[in-house]
Antibody, heavy 117, light 108 residues
Framework: QITLKESGPTLVRPTQTLTLTCTFSGFSLSSNGEGVGWIRQPPGKAPEWLALIYWDHDKRYSPSLKNRLTITKDISKNEVVLTVSNVDPVDTGTYYC?????????WGQGTPVTVSS | EIVMTQSPATLSVSPGERVTLSCRASQNIHNYLAWYQQRPGQAPRLLIYHASTTATGIPARFSGSGSGTEFTLTIAGLQSEDFAVYYCQQYNNFPPWTFGRGTKVEMK
């Protein structure tokens, strides 16, 4: 059974850096074809894909946010970390960790993040 | 960036009805399309991938079709638990994956 769980702060001040951790089980991110990504969803809006990291260390980022995003993985801990720098109130929403290299086959429960002073 | 357009935005239906949701891509995405269901307060869940392959554990009443730029999600015999928002997502050209704005299926 594949599970993913997000953790991180619920409130972040503008201009700060947001760090989110995804802890997963049921698969290995060192196995061929595996990928873990992040998707966020502003309140009442559609999901927005942010970043993806593959088993072979390949990383993909949303072009509109690329300069502010960093995704890393720790195989030994079964963790993927996303950092979002210089946050703004428009970054408010629920952040989901997902399993899948092409489509999001499995989703975490999501973690709400509010950016406000 | 590929733009995904879903229609209608809202669909009012009664339980037991057959429902058809549409998704259009701004350019050819072959069959690299997924459908998700999102119930209130929950994370989205995968229903369909590769345009027509049903994900594990998804009831047989859900089916997907289409290729190129035009896609359809059909729910044959809507159940009460199917009232939700449905999103399509392309993964042919990425980054980025792109989602449609969703279709809300509500009770008539």
């Amino acid at each position: 059974q594949i599970t993913l769980k997000e953790s991180g702060p619920t409130l972040v001040r503008p201009t700060q850096t947001l760090t989110l951790t995804c802890t997963f089980s049921g698969f290995s991110l060192s196995s061929n074809g595996e990928g873990v990504g992040w998707i966020r969803q502003p309140p009442g809006k559609a999901p927005e894909w942010l970043a993806l990291i593959y088993w072979d260390h390949d990383k993909r980022y949303s072009p509109s946010l690329k300069n502010r995003l960093t995704i890393t993985k720790d195989i030994s801990k079964n963790e993927v970390v996303l950092t979002v720098s210089n946050v703004d109130p428009v970054d408010t929403g629920t952040y989901y960790c997902v399993h899948g290299g092409w489509y999001a086959a499995h989703w975490g429960q999501g973690t709400p993040v509010t950016v406000s002073s | 960036e590929i733009v995904m357009t879903q229609s209608p935005a809202t669909l009012s239906v009664s339980p037991g009805e057959r429902v058809t949701l549409s998704c259009r891509a701004s350019q050819n995405i072959h069959n690299y399309l997924a459908w998700y269901q999102q119930r209130p307060g929950q994370a989205p869940r995968l229903l369909i991938y590769h345009a027509s392959t049903t994900a594990t554990g998804i009831p047989a009443r859900f089916s997907g079709s289409g290729s190129g730029t035009e896609f359809t999600l059909t729910i044959a015999g809507l159940q009460s638990e199917d009232f939700a928002v449905y999103y399509c997502q392309q993964y042919n050209n990425f980054p980025p994956w792109t989602f449609g704005r969703g279709t809300k299926v509500e009770m008539k």
